[in-house]
């Protein structure tokens, strides 16, 4: 199994799932590795005949070729995106590729920082849980206005085979990495790498509209809602602004989906399924059209060379690249809004 798996490498050790073995933590991280495991002993200790294991392991080479792992999406989720003030409202942090049903657990240790932020207060929010797969906190909110709630994850360390990293970073559009790579003669080595979630959502407290919502939380890329996404409906074109170290990001990729989406299974593509995907334009923006009601979500990702001094996080090994997974989620009313007019085109080919 060892040799095999070996051989394979982290692409086919991610597809072991397949065969009896999920590729990710119960958190939604990336294994590195299951060889050696129970689990991945159970595999091998399964009544197959030669034959039989012969055939499964010629159809896994040739599969795992074809197909890569999906990476976990971590999103913030509330089941009210407007409530009365002094109400209670409780918040989950969610990682699945099944928005928004989580399906792993996020562990309270990874968290960095979690806040309720309105305008310029910012109250840290310390008191959440485990319930059952979901990171769980209950938030008494008072004061009126658009409540700003984000969290941050500690960065992890995860290292690809190269055939799979160049894989992610074409689903990515990472176009710049692609070309560095390339050009350092490295499109075939691993993909040594650090990923930070950024997550945020969005809760109106009153009849009190304010512009609360446009407030940076202070993330390293963060998406900028420039009209009120408590009250956005069917219809609306809405127009977002990428920020990447508090600066407008250009050509940058925001993709949208909802809770009624169909995930395409039967692709031979196992990238992320979408409903849009724009680019935004030089000042960081983007628009995009909300087609049906209930819960949404749109999300961005960057990645750049480590820096000198960042290229080791604490124990973990060092890595070559830095990630950030950016996203934002709010709910999308069966009316259309008077806000969130489209301001200019942001797509780009």
């Not at 990874?110 to 840290?124: K, S, T």
């Not at 000042?283 to 960042?310: D, M, N, Y």
Request: hydrophobic letters at 35%.
């Amino acid at each position: 199994m060892a040799g095999l798996a070996e051989s394979l490498g982290q692409r086919g050790l991610n597809e072991y799932n397949l065969l009896g073995g999920p590729p990710f933590q119960e958190d939604g991280s990336f294994k590195n590795s299951e060889v050696g495991s129970g689990r991945g002993r159970g595999f091998m200790q399964r009544s197959f005949s030669c034959q039989v294991a012969w055939a499964v392991t010629a159809w896994w080479l040739v599969f795992v070729g074809a197909v890569p792992a999906r990476a976990h999406n971590t999103w913030l989720l509330s089941p009210e995106y407007s409530t009365k003030q002094h109400t209670t409202v409780r918040l989950a942090l969610a990682t699945t590729e099944h928005f928004p049903i989580s399906e792993y657990k996020t562990s309270p240790g990874r968290v960095a920082e979690w806040v309720d932020q309105l305008g310029q207060e910012r109250r840290a929010i310390r008191n959440y849980h485990l319930e059952g797969v979901e990171l769980v906190a209950k938030v008494h909110l008072d004061n009126p206005g658009v409540h700003v709630i984000a969290a941050a994850l500690h960065p992890r360390f995860i290292e690809f085979e190269g055939g799979y990293f160049e894989q992610y970073l074409a689903d990515e559009h990472a176009k710049e990495a692609l070309a560095v790579r390339k050009k350092a003669g490295d499109s075939k080595k691993p993909g040594r790498m650090h990923y930070t979630k950024l997550v945020k959502t969005f809760i109106e407290v009153g009849n009190h509209p304010t512009r609360d919502y446009e407030t940076p939380a202070g993330h390293i890329l963060e998406i900028i809602p420039l009209s009120n996404p408590c009250r956005w409906g069917v219809g609306d074109r809405v127009t977002v602004r990428v920020l990447y170290e508090g600066k407008p990001a250009a050509n940058l990729r925001v993709s949208s989906g909802h809770e009624h989406m169909t995930i395409h299974k039967h692709r031979k593509s196992e990238s992320h399924d979408y409903v849009e995907n724009v680019f935004t334009n030089a000042v960081g923006e983007a628009t995009l059209t909300l087609s049906c009601p209930g819960l949404w979500f749109f999300r961005a990702h960057s990645i750049r060379l480590s820096k000198g001094e960042q290229k080791r996080s604490g124990d973990s090994p060092q890595a070559d690249w830095e990630s950030f997974w950016a996203s934002m989620t709010f709910h999308v009313h069966s009316q259309p809004s008077l806000c969130g007019l489209p301001t200019s085109s942001s797509e780009s080919p």
